[in-house]
C-alpha cells in the first residue's frame, strides 16, 4: 500500500522543527530513521498530515561522556552506537543490546530517540533505558523537561511524551564498578523482534552475596517491566543455580495483561523469560568473576 497523502518539511533547527509541530490544528509526527512510521503510513496505521523530518538536525546526533555519564543524542543511528568504542567500553550491555536489533541496514537508519519514543514493547532501547536508569530529555514549545524511563513508557507504543514534544536526548548514568550485566532474547530468527528478552544487572557485596540486583523483561506486555519480585529473591542471597531457577520462576510476576499473540501464548513467554533470566544471571554473576 501507499500512505495517505502528507506534507513534509526539513527543518534546519530544533527551534524551527518544535515551531512546526506546535500547530494543533495540523496532525504532525516526527520522521526519525523511518524504519517504523514509514512502515506504519504505508500501512494507513499512521496517516499524518506533516511529516517533520529531524534528518539534517545534526545537533541531535552525538554520543558524549560526561562526569561519568554517557549523553546519546536522539539522532544517534544503531549503527553508530554498534561501532562507538565510548558505548562499548562504558556501557558494553547497550552495546550488546544494540546487536541484537533487527539488520545493518535497518541499524543504518533508525536511530536511538526513534526506537524510545516508539516504545515498541518487544524493543530493546526501551528495556536498556528502563534498566540502566536512563533520562530521557524532551523539547516542545512549553520548554525542556527531563523524565525518568520509569515514568516514560505508559503502555503499547504509547509514552510520556506530550503532543508537541521532541525526544532529544538520553542520559544514562555510569554503571558502578564491578557490576555484572547481562542482555538476552529469543527471537525465532536472528534479527526478528524479541518473542521475550531479559536484562540484567548486579554488584556482589563484600561477603559474596548479590546487591543491587536490577532485572528488566520485554516483549512480556505493553511495556518494559522491572522484575521487583527476581530482583527481591535474589538480593541478600549468594549466587547459585537453584537460587536463581527458583527466583527466575518470578518473572511474570506483577505483568499485567501479559501478551499473548500468534508468536506465543502466556505460558510459552513465562517460560521462555524465566530460562532466559536464569542464563542472564549466570552470565552477569560470571563477568563480575572476570572484573573481580
Ligand atoms: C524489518 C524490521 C525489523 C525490526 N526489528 C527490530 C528489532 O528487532 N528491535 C527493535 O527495537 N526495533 C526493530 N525495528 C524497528 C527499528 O528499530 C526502528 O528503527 C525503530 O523502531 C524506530 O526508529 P526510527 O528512527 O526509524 O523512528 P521512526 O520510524 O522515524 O519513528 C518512529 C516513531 O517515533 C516517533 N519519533 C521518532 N523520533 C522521535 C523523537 N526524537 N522525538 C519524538 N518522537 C519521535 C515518530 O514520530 C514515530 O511515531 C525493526 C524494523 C524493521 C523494518
Redesign the pocket.
Known amino acids: 500500500m501507499k500512505p495517505a497523502p502528507f506534507d513534509y518539511v526539513i527543518p534546519g533547527t530544533l527551534d524551527e522543527a518544535i515551531g512546526y509541530l506546535a500547530d494543533e490544528d495540523v496532525e504532525s509526527?516526527?520522521?526519525?530513521?523511518?524504519?517504523?512510521?514509514?512502515?506504519a503510513m504505508n500501512m494507513r496505521m499512521?496517516r499524518p498530515e506533516l511529516l517533520v523530518d529531524?534528518g539534517k538536525l545534526d545537533e541531535?546526533a552525538f554520543i558524549r561522556e560526561e562526569n561519568g555519564a554517557l549523553h546519546i543524542g536522539?539522532?544517534t543511528t544503531?549503527r553508530t552506537i554498534e561501532f562507538s568504542p565510548v558505548v562499548e567500553n562504558t556501557q558494553p550491555l547497550m552495546h550488546a543490546a544494540t546487536l541484537?536489533?533487527?539488520?545493518p541496514q535497518?541499524r543504518n537508519?533508525?536511530?536511538v530517540?526513534?526506537?524510545v519514543?516508539?516504545a515498541?514493547p518487544?524493543?530493546?532501547?526501551p528495556a536498556v533505558a528502563l534498566l540502566l536508569d536512563a533520562e530521557i530529555t524532551a523539547v516542545g514549545s512549553g520548554g525542556k523537561r527531563t523524565i525518568a524511563a520509569s515514568d516514560f513508557f505508559i503502555t503499547y507504543f504509547t509514552t510520556a511524551?506530550q503532543e508537541g514534544?521532541?525526544?532529544?536526548e538520553l542520559r544514562i548514568p555510569a554503571m558502578s564498578p564491578n557490576t555484572g550485566w547481562s542482555f538476552k532474547e529469543f527471537?525465532r530468527r536472528h534479527?526478528?523482534?524479541?518473542m521475550a528478552g531479559v536484562g540484567v544487572t548486579l554488584n556482589l557485596d563484600a561477603g559474596g552475596h548479590c546487591e543491587n540486583t536490577k532485572v528488566v523483561g520485554f516483549a512480556l506486555g505493553a511495556t518494559p517491566i522491572r522484575c521487583q519480585a527476581v530482583e527481591a529473591a535474589v538480593n541478600g542471597e549468594r549466587p547459585n543455580p537453584e537460587l536463581f531457577a527458583a527466583a527466575c520462576a518470578k518473572m511474570m510476576d506483577g505483568v499485567e495483561d501479559p501478551t499473548s499473540d500468534v508468536h506465543a501464548s502466556v505460558e510459552y513467554r513465562r517460560d521462555l523469560a524465566s530460562t532466559l533470566a536464569e542464563r542472564a544471571f549466570a552470565e552477569a554473576v560470571g563477568r563480575i568473576g572476570a572484573v573481580a
Do not use: N, P, W
Open positions: 509526527h516526527v520522521l526519525a530513521g523511518g524504519q517504523s512510521l514509514i512502515a499512521a529531524l541531535l536522539a539522532m544503531k541484537m536489533i533487527a539488520h535497518i537508519r533508525g536511530t530517540g526513534g526506537s519514543a516508539h515498541d518487544a524493543a530493546e532501547y511524551l514534544e521532541i525526544l532529544t527471537a534479527g526478528d523482534f524479541a
